[in-house]
């Protein structure tokens, strides 16, 4: 995506826009159900601040971060990051009954991963949405950014959510490893972090393999499974 090697990397984006909406618009009850999952208070505190961050809460001095890197506060405050995500979609040029649809692709990603966040053990939910999700989300996200920012018809504004995810998330990455750093007491919970971990990554590959079928055959998108 980031190299612009793909048959039509606007395409691309826009399609991934669509369908990755259907899952990123439910990160705050992937980050609830792991708050309540959580025993200890300073845990759940230290959640309970990734998740004002989701609704567009922000310290002073991390917008002070942000601002270094291009980031307006007037872009991101108040706004929660569904929201912001939104405001891609329909820069890419996608409509609301565009939005309204959700593959099965999709509905198995979102449904699989809250039954493993609200059903598994704690250090589980702690594996899945810490090691295998938040861990590796600023790394995912660097391709996009390059991606839109090739795109001159795109405001910085209009993509924000991308490097503001490759700059706020290795925060989120800290408290969750913090977590699952105390979690690890022993070999069950080592394993039971490692088991989340496996199952969150497996989910996203199913997701991932999909969108990158899609995008390199556009014409066939339709047919992809």
């Not at 190299?3 to 606007?10: C, E, F, I, V, Y």
């Not at 399609?15 to 609830?32: A, E, H, I």
């Not at 405050?77 to 569904?82: D, E, I, M, R, T």
């Amino acid at each position: 995506m980031g190299s612009g090697a793909l048959p039509d990397t606007r395409w691309a984006l826009a399609d991934f826009g669509q369908q990755y909406q259907c899952y990123s618009k439910d990160f705050p009850r992937y980050l609830t159900a792991v708050i309540s999952r959580l025993a200890d208070p300073g845990h759940r505190a230290g959640l309970m601040e990734n998740l004002s961050e989701e609704s567009g809460i922000y310290e002073a001095e991390e917008l002070t971060a942000l601002s270094e890197i291009g980031i307006k506060s007037e872009w991101i405050v108040g706004k929660p990051h569904p929201q912001l995500f939104d405001r891609f979609c329909k820069a890419m040029g996608l409509e609301d009954q565009d939005l309204s649809s959700e593959p099965d692709q999709i509905i198995c990603w979102r449904e699989m991963l809250i039954g493993l966040l609200s059903s598994g053990t704690p250090a589980e939910a702690v594996g899945a949405l810490g090691l295998g999700t938040e861990n590796i989300v600023s790394t995912i996200y660097k391709p996009f950014s390059r991606a839109v920012a090739a795109l001159p018809e795109l405001a910085a504004k209009d993509t924000v959510f991308f490097p503001l995810h490759t700059a706020v998330d290795d925060h989120h990455q800290e408290t969750l490893q913090g977590i699952a750093a105390d979690l690890a007491v022993n070999d069950a919970t080592r394993s039971e972090l490692r088991r989340g971990m496996l199952k969150a990554l497996a989910l996203r590959s199913v997701f991932w393999d999909w969108m990158y079928r899609r995008a390199l055959d556009p014409q066939n998108a339709d047919k992809a499974l």
